[in-house]
């Protein structure tokens, strides 16, 4: 299986159903041609809002303490420097970045721009809220997914379990998804970077079709606090032909 680009979280970074589209994009982004330039405006109380990922960063000591909850720790929303992740499909491989910005903070709830560089970057940025029950994906570039789900739950117990929904067109592929996510518990992760011992371990299963035809899936996630999701395996299975690993590991910068 050839790679045509990437993303994690995650990042979870934006959603799982995102990362299975790893394996069916092109391994660059394709250049932006012909792109004007953007002429300098002055302010206008007619315009539209700023998009999240043009506001600038807050600073994360302005966070209400009750949203510092483990949903925020285990998603790595504190992290203030990208993190560089290795992609693996296969024999091939590719490098990307991905980087966390706290941009808004109303109504009790906070929001996160994850944004995705180098192989990354045809992944788009995606938008997320931080609030007391957990996290939430508000919108993505490539993804539709449901702004009422938890994309992280606050409540981490082993045992919790919580769904997830999402639908992609990338103009080659149209990919629906639904995921049941279970936190395993607490384990011991290794990866380029280094070894933890308290990585929080949540599988998801769960299926859905791609242009039309059925298919499995099957995650592996571990998340360390204040970092991250530092490994993801991504398993797909289509009802015709053999199963597909991906996996997204963070790596030496």
Do not use: H
Request: glycine content about 8%; charged content about 25%; aromatic content about 6%.
């Amino acid at each position: 299986m050839k790679i045509r680009s990437a993303q994690p979280t995650f990042w979870l970074a934006a959603t799982l159903a995102s990362l299975f589209v790893v394996g069916c994009m092109d391994s660059k982004a394709k250049p932006e041609e012909n792109k004007p330039e953007t002429p300098e405006v002055t302010a206008d109380a007619n315009a539209p809002a700023v998009a999240p990922s043009e506001k600038p960063a807050l600073d994360l000591a302005t966070l209400p303490a009750e949203l510092k909850n483990d949903a925020f720790a285990y998603y790595g929303l504190g992290r203030t420097s990208p993190m560089t992740l290795k992609v693996k499909a296969g024999e091939t491989e590719s490098v990307g970045s991905q980087s966390v910005k706290f941009v808004e903070m109303a109504n009790g709830k906070a929001t996160f721009v994850i944004k995705n560089g180098d192989a990354l970057s045809a992944m788009g940025d995606n938008t997320v809220t931080l609030e007391a029950g957990g996290i939430k994906v508000l919108s993505s570039e490539r993804a539709k997914t449901n702004p009422d789900e938890w994309e992280l739950p606050a409540n981490l117990a082993p045992g919790q379990t919580w769904k997830t929904t999402s639908e992609l067109n990338t103009g080659t592929d149209s990919v629906k998804i639904t995921l049941t996510n279970k936190v395993v518990g607490v384990e011991k992760v290794k990866t380029e970077v280094g070894e933890y011992a308290d990585a929080l371990f949540i599988s998801a299963s769960g299926g859905g079709e791609r242009n039309g035809k059925k298919l499995k899936m099957e995650t592996k996630s571990w998340f360390v606090k204040d970092r991250g999701a530092v490994k993801v395996e991504i398993t797909t299975t289509p009802s015709e032909g053999k199963s597909e690993v991906v996996t997204l590991e963070e790596a030496k910068g």
